[in-house]
């Protein structure tokens, strides 16, 4: 008894899928020669329009209606540039001279630079130290004639191992001097 529902499910499967390839539309065109033969006509017609339309290959041009219209950038207008006219006043600053100081006595030293923040005395030799924001400033003094003289100059940054701002610790030197 088993056999025969399953050969009836089996032919039914069978029916449904072969039919189920066609739809109706397709299903109608297979019955009707005149309608396919003018469907082949117009996919000729379609095929030779698109052979006229078949890109040049000097022109590098394509055209095609079936893609994508494609949106190109736009040139980018140049930037104008202009010479600005607005003149900027830079004041000419005169590096201070350490050769101002040198050979210098100790008495015209402390006349121009004031007392120094720290000094140091060792035998023929005096150290005066002058604390500036940006920078200290090293003058060595030694003893010529029974008098000190300014033998040697030097400036260091405020912090160990730090930077100097050369421009700035000049600036308050010269200040400081005049």
């Known amino acids: 008894m088993a056999k025969v529902p399953n ?6 499967a069978t029916l449904l899928f072969l039919s189920s390839c066609q739809t109706i539309k397709h299903s109608n065109n297979l019955f009707k020669k005149e309608d396919y033969l003018e469907n082949q ?3 000729q017609e379609k095929e030779a329009i698109k052979e006229a339309n078949v890109p040049n290959l000097n ?18 207008s ?5 010479i ?17 100081i040198k050979n210098l006595t100790e008495a015209n030293l402390i006349k121009k630079l004031g007392n120094s923040d720290f000094t140091k005395q060792e035998g023929k030799l005096k150290n005066f130290q002058y604390y500036f924001s940006k920078c200290f400033l090293d003058i060595y003094l030694i003893k ?18 730090g930077r100097i701002e050369e421009k700035e610790c000049l600036k308050e030197i010269s200040k400081k001097f005049s």
């Open 78 to 82: 140049k930037v104008k540039t202009s």
């Open 144 to 161: 010529k004639n029974n008098d000190y003289y300014v033998n040697f100059i030097q400036t260091r940054p405020t912090k160990l191992n």
């Open 84 to 100: 600005l006219k607005k003149k900027i006043d830079i004041l000419d600053e005169k590096k201070f001279d350490f050769s101002l």
């Open 59 to 76: 022109k590098n041009k394509i055209i095609d209606q079936e893609l994508a219209p494609i949106k190109l950038p736009k040139p980018k």
């Open 41 to 43: 006509e117009q996919i």
């Open 7 to 12: 050969k009836i499910i089996y032919i039914f």
